[in-house]
T-cell receptor, first 116, second 112 residues
Framework: EAGVAQSPRYKIIEKRQSVAFWCNPI?????LYWYQQILGQGPKLLIQ????????DSQLPKDRFSAERLKGVDSTLKIQPAKLEDSAVYLC??????????????FGSGTRLTVV | DAKTTQPTSMDCAEGRAANLPCNHS???????VYWYRQIHSQGPQYIIH???NNETNEMASLIITEDRKSSTLILPHATLRDTAVYYC?????????????FGPGTRLSVLP
């Protein structure tokens, strides 16, 4: 099966600019996650979707970050305006609870954001 | 916060077994132990998971203690390509609201 697709792979922007990331999960996976990974740290959850509804966005900085998952398939994560501390890798993952989540999550390769 | 503790880093000689420990003393009865690894510039990759019994697949073996408070991931014949950060995670598979909480993991360096 095809994996989780993310784009772009790399992005460099100036602070106060806006940026958007795109994720296409594995077909049929109802649950989609966005994680932020700062260099040297483990990934940190930003938001979790179940179909097109938000399950957990408690760690999403809502003053500047937003995410949507229209039609319960693809998802976009936006940052506006970006700060220097937003420099990180943004990982998208998906999972299927119908299989009991037995294999946990499948992650994409991530988008590396550099804010200068 | 992550419910697991792991050593920050480990070294292993190529061709030898790599044994990566993980403590999860507060694990609940319905929580699985998952292991993922992250090779540089890639997303985390699934390795193995288990509940109570020891598990083995083509990548690794997972040994869970009888009291389930700790586990060990074993890579039987480590290669240079196994150099990565290894994450141990406890997780319920029957709860839509739960999600993976990652700690800093163990950085494994396989040395030639």
């Amino acid at each position: 099966e095809a994996g989780v697709a993310q784009s772009p792979r790399y992005k460099i922007i100036e602070k106060r600019q806006s940026v958007a990331f795109w994720c296409n999960p594995i077909s049929g996976h109802a649950t989609l996650y966005w994680y932020q990974q700062i260099l040297g740290q483990g990934p940190k959850l930003l938001i979790q979707f179940q179909n097109n509804g938000v399950v957990d966005d408690s760690q999403l900085p809502k003053d500047r970050f937003s995410a949507e998952r229209l039609k319960g398939v693809d998802s976009t994560l936006k940052i506006q305006p970006a700060k220097l501390e937003d420099s990180a890798v943004y990982l998208c993952a998906s999972s299927s609870m119908e299989t009991g989540g037995s294999y946990g999550y499948t992650f994409g390769s991530g988008t590396r954001l550099t804010v200068v | 916060d992550a419910k697991t503790t792991q050593p920050t880093s480990m070294d292993c000689a190529e061709g030898r077994a790599a044994n990566l420990p993980c403590n999860h003393s507060t694990i609940s009865g319905n929580e699985y132990v998952y292991w993922y690894r992250q090779i540089h510039s890639q997303g985390p990759q699934y390795i193995i998971h288990g509940l109570k019994n020891n598990e083995t697949n083509e990548m690794a073996s997972l040994i869970i203690t009888e009291d389930r408070k700790s586990s060990t991931l074993i890579l039987p014949h480590a290669t240079l390509r196994d150099t990565a950060v290894y994450y141990c995670i406890v997780f319920r598979t029957d709860n839509y609201g739960q999600n993976f909480v990652f700690g800093p993991g163990t950085r494994l360096s396989v040395l030639p």
